[in-house]
């Protein structure tokens, strides 16, 4: 490790490896593995206790399945129900490599895609593993009774999704995350009844506890009663989802944070790769200063639909009607003549942003693009049109008021993934020996860009299959020496909590946390969100910087702990996002390279495209916290590609 | 728009409630109900008044965790969540009653916050299909057509918003059941405990103090997800097939 | 408990409209009315006793009455109980109302019934001082049509008459349902054609007899 601050905000420390992963032929790799984790006689299982904190996919999946192996599992949500966790939001689909259209799919041009898609910044193991067990989750959700659609034949339907040209997209209507959500919460509410789960609802983690170097238990925050509980066991897995709401506006549900992991990573857990955001580009866009989340449009209507804006920036607040033909410029026709609409969700969301940048947006606010049917409902009807998008169309009427059969639609892109996350290795353990990471919470499977429909399939993969089959190659080891609840790491980890609710109620400040969080939406989406450069970056660190300072004193906290206080809760959410968003900014800066959604003005061609830089860059950022007044320090894990080529992405 | 609001304020679960009003000056038609109630909480927060509480998350319409009682309407007059409900579904100057769900079973946690523990229950009770993670067989193994898979997606749409019960007069929950109870039934994955999902399900129903449905089909009216009152026909036919049978 | 409302409301519906047959004698005059009411209590004989049909009948009905309420109530209660806490605004839309119409309407038609069983079947009281009693003599028809020939009765009988076809619209469409009949979209709008028109039948049908005899066309 060397001592120098680069850029007076960071070291950089030995680089990491995945010990994990097996060698040899990758279709072997996760048999292999399987076959070398320790088992666990069925007569300990009881003994041995796990905590799983969040039920979205991951979590709920892998609650339920360790419940029915017969550990003694408890599971944390914050909502009221298990059934609510935010996987319930996606819409599009699921991808699985069943190839059950033989139209040349299969597991090897899953990985292939997966990887190409993340623009080779994920590791080939682990993306070969999500391909291969892809299928079984589609057998086991249909026999959980998922009803995903299907042709009259009764056969299971797929779509192709994305640009990918295989149909490989199970889907579920425009209810797949709720679907496949509610097949695991009802496998989940099984081992409830079956005494092998205990539920805990409105429960949030506020603390992990290590002893001994070993992640043991967890603090948490009872949000009806506000008592701070402590519960203990043999490992812990964190299944809490993305970050997204760090940008304040996403796509993400109102509750989305990142206080489980980040308070993980305080006490010893790897960040990986922070800065890589997607940003979705078909979302409704800002209605106005009350806005409380964005709503994401299926990307679907890109098919149909032509992007543009006025040419003459005096246009943009005339009624798109009366704008004449050569007054428009469809400008991603324009620049992409190949791929047209079509473009990746980075590029398109990009080149949005610099239209609004250059002082052609549309709408309130200047930011927002024209999205225009009136061209394909000119073609083929209006009939057809409503068959394919009705319910998308309704749903824009219902939120904007505006009818799109008759107004162009208003659209621009929103903050919808956070591919960073905890670093974890192959068994998707943390650098926390027995601290386990699923679902979007980890730093995943998908490099620097997640394909669509993919993120359901890694949530499931995790949780069904992966970390029930690793875990117990930890948990072999186990029961672990019982930790005392009088002990010094559980005291202070319980002292720490209730001293930070404390600091928070009596700050008598004047300012609302929603409008510290809103502040910190907007640098990050200024200087960190769709393109990032060195000077903006360093800005973003300061201003973060000052307001956290401001924060800690002037925050205003109404009520009492020992109630429902929703005031609270927030608090100490932006609290944590607070330091999250000085590392995603700290991460930003130092890639200098683009690649997927993370874009680097300093590092594109002469044509404006994002520019990869593989030599200095091909690894994983993994950061480890510095301590409260350090910079924090950088660990590299190489990404070897041993199956891949590396090509740069081209759209034109 | 100028809107005053009547919201039910309760400090616990045993403290005592009642409506109190408040005003709002510059609300906009194209807020959502749900940041109107936002905005009164900056508000009431900025004077030194505790903010409201209100339950909500993905404000898209489809986690089921909103869901208030206004004027007398479950999530209000549109056949939407709470939460996809917009302003400009009111009048300026119009005063809006905002209560909580009201059924015993879900018990007033604070102000508009309810817990709906009842309904997790009664999933437990048999609202799933056994199956362990990995002893599924292949996914085509089993043919549905397409009328029973329709079907049977159409009723699994429920979000558990528990707008049901809040509708009906008799706080039944009839409607949450039928559209589990007809969502599985309609798979061949769900044959094998059919009827004794029927029959458990009902004895948790009624267990958790939830009212019986007398067929008012207020409930049907209210329910976001547009569940159709048949499936508490077929939740009737299921259980009196069970019953001949002997569960 | 729901079962047993729903095979109790099926038996009345029944019963009722065996019950209206017999009215409509009336047009037929008098002595096909006295003839019916005559069947009635010797129906089965000599197997059965006089009015030994009549009366496994009316223990049947009375059976039914009794579990019909008592169900009635027993939900009624439970929703009670189900919901202690009241809401401030009433809840608003049609279908609430149709709760409390079926509950209070089976109310008002079990006050009905007792008037409606006392004048006919039990005393035989006469409010019609402008008929003499001996006139009515053995014969029901003379009841009924001297009975009929009071305004006031008659408008009564158009208020129960109301409570019943209300009660029957929903109640005959909510049995069949209650039945587990109606698991389509397509069988319940069939029901609910049927439920209305059972509901209008009865109620003309209920309705002519004493119109007809007040407006005198019959007499
Ligand atoms: C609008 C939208 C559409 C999408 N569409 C698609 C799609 O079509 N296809 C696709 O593949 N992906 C899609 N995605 C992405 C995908 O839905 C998510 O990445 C995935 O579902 C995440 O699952 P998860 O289990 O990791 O986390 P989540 O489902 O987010 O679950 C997080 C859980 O953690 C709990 N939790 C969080 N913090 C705490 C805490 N501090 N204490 C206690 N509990 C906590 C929560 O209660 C919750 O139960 C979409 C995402 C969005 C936002
Ligand atoms: C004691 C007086 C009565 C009371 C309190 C009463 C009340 C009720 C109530 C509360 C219902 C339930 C509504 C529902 O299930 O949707 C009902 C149903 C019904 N009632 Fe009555 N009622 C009474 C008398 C009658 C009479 C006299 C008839 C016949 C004309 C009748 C016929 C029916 C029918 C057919 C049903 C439908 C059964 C079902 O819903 O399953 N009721 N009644
Ligand atoms: C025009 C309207 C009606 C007329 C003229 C009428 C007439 C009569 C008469 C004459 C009797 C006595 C029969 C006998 O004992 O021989 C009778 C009995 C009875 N009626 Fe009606 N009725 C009318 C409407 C109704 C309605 C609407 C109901 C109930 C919903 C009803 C329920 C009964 C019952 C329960 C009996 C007792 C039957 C028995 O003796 O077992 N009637 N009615
Ligand atoms: S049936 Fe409808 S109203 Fe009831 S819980 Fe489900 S979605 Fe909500
Ligand atoms: S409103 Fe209530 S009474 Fe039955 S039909 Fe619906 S549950
Ligand atoms: S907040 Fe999720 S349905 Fe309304």
Redesign the pocket.
């Known amino acids: 490790m060397t001592d120098d601050l680069i850029d007076g905000l960071y070291r950089e420390g030995a680089p990491i490896r995945d010990t994990k992963a097996p060698s040899g032929p990758i279709e072997q790799r996760w048999s292999k593995r399987q076959f070398e984790a320790k088992l666990v006689n069925p007569a300990n299982r009881r003994k041995l206790s796990v905590i799983v904190?969040?039920?979205?996919?991951?979590?709920?999946a892998a609650a339920a399945t360790l419940g029915e192996q017969g550990y003694q599992v408890s599971a944390?949500?914050?909502?009221d129900s298990?059934r609510?966790?935010?996987?319930?939001?996606?819409?599009?689909?699921?991808?699985a490599a069943k190839n059950y259209k033989g139209d040349g799919d299969s597991v090897y041009r899953l990985f292939y895609d997966t990887v190409k898609g993340g623009d080779y910044r994920a590791r080939e193991s682990n993306v070969y593993r999500l391909a291969e067990v892809s299928s079984n989750i589609i057998d086991q959700c249909v026999a959980q009774g998922v009803p995903f659609a299907r042709e009259y034949g009764g056969l299971l339907d797929n779509r192709s999704f994305g640009g990918v040209q295989v149909s490989r997209t199970f889907y579920a209507r425009g209810q797949?995350?709720q679907q496949l959500?509610i097949g695991a919460y009802q496998a989940l509410q099984r081992q409830v009844a079956e005494g092998t789960v205990t539920m805990y609802s409105r429960?949030?983690?506020?603390e992990l506890i290590v002893v001994d170097g070993r992640a043991r238990g967890i603090i948490?925050r009872d949000m009806v009663s506000g008592e701070v509980e402590t519960h203990l066991a043999d490992a812990v897995v964190l299944?809490?989802?993305?970050y997204?709401n760090v940008f304040f506006l996403?796509?993400?549900?109102m509750?989305?944070?990142v206080?489980?992991t980040w308070r993980a990573h305080r006490k010893g857990a790897y960040f990986g790769n922070p800065c890589f955001t997607q940003i979705h580009p078909t979302c409704i866009p800002v209605a106005g200063e009350h806005q409380s989340k964005l709503t994401?449009m299926s990307e679907s209507l890109r098919n149909d639909g032509r992007i543009w804006v006025p040419k003459k920036a005096e246009d943009r607040n005339k009624d798109p009607r009366q704008i004449p033909e050569e007054d428009r410029d469809y400008y991603l026709e324009r620049i992409y003549p190949a791929f047209g609409n079509l473009v990746p969700r980075d590029i398109a969301s990009r080149a949005a942003k610099y239209q609004c940048d250059a002082g052609k947006g549309v709408g309130p606010g200047g930011l927002g693009v024209y999205l225009d049917f009136s061209e394909v409902i000119g073609r083929v009807g209006r009939d057809t049109v409503s068959a394919r998008y009705g319910n998308l169309f309704d749903m824009y009427k219902q939120i904007t008021g505006e009818d799109p059969y008759e107004v162009p639609m208003r659209i621009y892109p929103a903050v919808?993934?956070t591919m960073g996350g905890l670093w974890v290795d192959y068994d998707l353990q943390s650098s926390i020996p027995g601290l386990f990471v699923?679902?979007?919470?980890n730093f995943s499977d998908h490099g620097a860009n997640?394909l669509?429909?993919?993120?359901?399939?890694?949530?499931l993969s995790d949780?069904y299959f992966v970390l029930p089959n690793t875990i117990r190659d930890y948990l072999a080891s186990g029961p672990y020496p019982a930790v005392d609840e009088s002990a010094p790491e559980v005291v202070e980890a319980k002292k720490s909590v209730t001293s930070r609710i404390e600091q928070f109620l009596n700050s008598k400040g004047t300012r609302t946390v929603d409008s510290y969080h809103r502040e910190l939406g907007h640098i990050m989406w200024e200087y960190c969100g769709m393109s990032r450069n060195r000077e903006g970056l360093l800005t973003a660190v300061d201003r973060i910087r000052t307001l956290r300072k401001e924060y800690w004193s002037n925050v205003k906290v109404l009520g009492e702990n020992e109630q429902i206080n929703q005031s609270l809760e927030r608090a100490g959410r932006v609290a944590d996002f607070l330091e999250l968003g000085e590392l995603m900014c700290i991460d930003a800066l130092h890639r200098r390279e683009s690649c997927g959604g993370h874009f680097r003005e300093e590092s594109q061609t002469e044509d404006g495209e994002a520019e990869r830089r593989d030599e200095e860059f091909a690894y994983a950022a993994a950061w480890e916290w510095g301590g409260e007044d350090s910079s924090p320090v950088l660990h590299k894990e190489d990404l070897v590609y041993e199956f891949i080529e590396l090509k740069q992405r081209s759209y034109k | 728009m100028k809107i005053t609001v009547k919201v039910w304020r309760q400090t616990g679960p045993e403290a005592p409630g009642k409506l109190v009003s408040y005003q709002l000056d510059d609300v906009s038609p194209d807020m959502s109900f749900l940041e109107m109630l936002d905005v009164l909480n900056e508000n009431l927060a900025t004077s030194g008044e505790e903010p409201i509480a209100f339950d909500s998350d993905c404000r898209?319409g489809i986690c089921g965790m909103c869901g208030l009682m206004i004027n007398g309407s479950a999530h209000g007059p549109l056949r939407t969540t709470t939460c996809q409900l917009h302003m400009r579904s009111f009048s300026d100057g119009e005063t809006i009653t905002i209560e909580p769900w009201r059924a015993e079973p879900f018990k007033v946690l604070r102000d508009l916050i309810v817990d709906r523990g009842a309904f997790d229950r009664i999933i437990s009770a048999g609202g799933f299909v056994s199956v362990n993670t990995g002893s599924a067989p292949e996914a085509h193994s089993t043919l549905v057509p397409k009328v029973n898979a329709d079907r049977a997606f159409d009723t699994a749409a429920c979000i558990g918003c528990g707008a049901c019960v809040a509708a009906c007069p008799n706080a039944a929950a009839m409607l949450f059941l039928g559209a589990k109870v007809t969502h599985l039934g309609e798979l061949p994955q769900g044959q094998p405990e059919r009827d004794s999902r029927v029959v458990k399900m009902l004895n948790q129903h009624d267990h958790e103090g939830f009212g019986g449905c007398t067929n008012v089909g207020a409930c049907a009216d209210a329910c976001p997800k547009e569940i159709p009152l048949d499936v508490i026909s077929q939740l009737n036919q299921d259980l009196r097939r069970a019953m001949v049978k002997g569960y | 408990m729901k079962l047993l409302m729903a095979v109790t409301g099926a038996l009345f519906v029944f019963f009722v409209l065996m019950h209206m047959y017999g009215n409509l004698k009336i047009f037929g005059g008098q002595s096909a009315f006295d003839t019916y009411a005559h069947h009635l209590r010797t129906f089965g004989e000599p197997i059965l006793p006089y009015e030994g049909f009549l009366w496994a009948f009316r223990v049947v009905l009375i059976l039914s009455v009794v579990g019909h309420a008592y169900s009635a109530f027993y939900l009624w209660n439970k929703a009670n109980g189900a919901r202690k806490g009241r809401y401030a605004v009433r809840l608003a839309g049609a279908a609430a109302w149709r709760s409390t119409t079926m509950r209070w309407g089976g109310v008002a038609l079990i006050a009905f019934l007792v008037f409606h069983l006392i004048q006919f079947t039990t005393h035989k009281v006469n409010f019609n001082s402008g008929v003499s009693d001996a006139t009515i003599g053995e014969s029901p028809y003379q009841l009924v049509v001297a009975s009929f020939q009071l305004w006031w009765v008659v408008l009564v009988y158009l208020i129960a008459l109301a409570a019943v076809g209300l009660h029957l619209q929903h109640g005959v469409w909510s049995a069949a349902q209650t039945l587990g009949c109606t698991t389509s979209v397509a069988a319940r709008v069939r029901a609910k054609a049927l439920a209305m028109f059972v509901a209008v039948v009865v109620v003309v049908g209920f309705a002519l007899p004493p119109l007809f005899i007040l407006f005198g066309i019959v007499e």
């Open positions: 904190v969040g039920t979205g996919l991951a979590g709920g944390f949500c914050y909502q298990p609510r966790a935010h996987s319930i939001a996606a819409q599009g689909g699921m991808n797949t995350g959500l429960h949030e983690m506020l948490v299944a809490t989802g993305g997204g996403s796509t993400n549900a509750g989305c944070n206080t489980a994401l919808h993934y699923a679902g979007e919470a997640r669509g429909a993919s993120a359901l399939m890694q949530g949780g | 898209e």
